[in-house]
């Protein structure tokens, strides 16, 4: 009877170690997630508004976008920025501004696009603006876990058929490494997202 209690007490302490650990390890997984809000992408943009601001460089004009850059991981991201007043945003980011076109349903984000046939009194094709850059010098702004900065663009960089697309670096990655490469991570925001009056 004695020997029957022992084993009866060890099976349930077994049991209990077991519920603690698995309970333990559920727990470690969802502090794990790299993600802070679980409906949202890792790092996105959403419209914040438009409005006129005085152009930031020669061949602007005076119609702006402002937009909201969320960084929604438990990490630190840096990109390229460049200081600017209050009234453009909390920072310039360094972007690209690249044409797509739908081809066979899917979405082309090249700066290319591809010939069309020629038509009697065809305009010519519109020029893509040249985006924000500060030629081979990087300021890198970090951007906290679950922080968010807003920027301005001017509207001709969102418009019919473009976005913008700029190159960001999580923390998780050893830029440093031996072999010198790491992947690479861009993010990009399209005329398409805008709000339909917007666009």
């Known amino acids: 009877m004695a020997m029957k209690k022992l084993i009866h007490s060890v099976l349930v302490s077994l049991l209990c170690l077991t519920t603690a650990s698995g309970s333990q ?18 790092l996105y943009i959403e419209f914040e508004r438009s409005g006129k601001a005085p152009p930031l460089f020669e061949g602007e004009k005076e119609e702006r976008i402002w937009l909201r850059l969320y960084n929604n991981t438990q990490w630190v991201i840096e ?8 009234h453009y945003g909390g920072i310039g980011i360094v972007h690209e501004v690249r044409r797509y076109q739908t081809s ?18 065809q305009e010519e094709p519109v020029r ?10 990087c300021t890198p702004y970090s951007l906290g876990s679950g922080k968010s900065v807003i920027f301005s663009i001017p509207r001709e960089h969102l418009g019919k058929n473009l976005h913008i697309v700029f190159e960001y670096w999580p923390e998780w990655e050893n830029r ?8 690479q991570y861009y993010l990009t925001f399209s005329n398409q997202i805008l709000p339909s009056s917007e666009r």
């Not at 893509?128 to 010098?137: A, C, L, R, V």
């Open 25 to 42: 390890q559920s727990s470690q997984n969802k502090s794990c997630s790299i993600l802070i809000r679980k409906d949202r992408p890792s």
């Open 104 to 121: 066979f349903g899917r979405i082309d984000g090249s700066t290319e696009t591809a010939p069309l046939p020629k038509e009697r009194n």
């Open 128 to 137: 893509t603006p040249q985006g924000y850059s500060t030629s081979d010098t």
């Open 79 to 86: 990109f390229c920025s460049f200081s600017v007043k209050d």
């Open 176 to 183: 440093d490494n031996e072999l010198a490469n790491s992947p």
